[in-house]
């Protein structure tokens, strides 16, 4: 890690001026493409990557003059489309090409992400109108020995519903597709029609 340190007397309390960050040894950062930090407000800060092919190094560093020491929490880095981008995480959000019909008393909505890290998933709605419940579950579309099997409560601590569906989905759910960014909503009505809960940008 290389670091440029000020000569002005207040520099113990502005923190050091890292110039740039170097990681040695780092054939497998050599598809890096995207950079940041998040500073010490939560505000995220584009820095730039470069991959050294003859030394074997992947250096970042703030073209607009260093990283303060004392005002960043952390710094990620990925390549763009691979990896889950914390730089831009809406970024990984999943969309869908349609969203279902909730006239009947069940549903499914398959919801993809540009980000291959994150794999495709199915969403499934269920209302049971005499019970005042819906249920939304959700599991991976295409499941490989890779890829762990989502938690879910067992039914021996919420219990078993045993009754069939009943009542229309569209009086307790909501699904929305934003037409610029694709990001989906899903907001649970209570049974005044107010919004109870939102799912919004998964």
């Given at each position: ?123 499934k ?23 762990k ?12 519903i045993?009754?069939?569906?009943s ?36």
């Amino acid at each position: 890690m290389k670091q440029i340190i000020s000569e002005k007397s207040d520099d113990y309390y502005n923190g050091f001026n890292i110039d740039k960050l170097i990681i040695a040894d780092a054939e497998d950062l050599s598809s890096i493409d995207t950079a940041c930090y998040i500073d010490n407000t939560g505000a995220t800060q584009a820095l730039t990557s470069a991959y050294d092919e003859k030394a074997k190094t992947l250096t970042i560093s703030n073209a607009n003059g260093g990283i303060v020491f004392n005002q960043f929490e952390r710094i990620h880095y990925l390549q763009k489309g691979v990896d889950h981008n914390l730089c831009d995480a809406s970024s990984d959000f999943y969309t869908t090409d349609k969203i279902p019909d909730l006239s009947g008393s069940t549903a499914s909505m398959d919801l993809t992400s540009a980000t291959k890290a994150a794999v495709p998933i199915t969403m499934k709605f269920t209302a049971h109108q005499d019970l005042g419940i819906v249920r939304i579950k959700w599991s991976y579309t295409t499941q490989d020995k890779d890829v762990k099997t989502p938690f879910e409560v067992p039914t021996e601590i919420i219990g078993e519903i045993s009754k069939d569906p009943s009542g229309k989905l569209s009086d307790w759910v909501q699904i929305n597709k934003d037409q610029t960014s694709g990001v989906v909503t899903v907001t649970v009505l209570d049974s005044n029609e107010m919004p109870s809960y939102t799912l919004n940008g998964f």
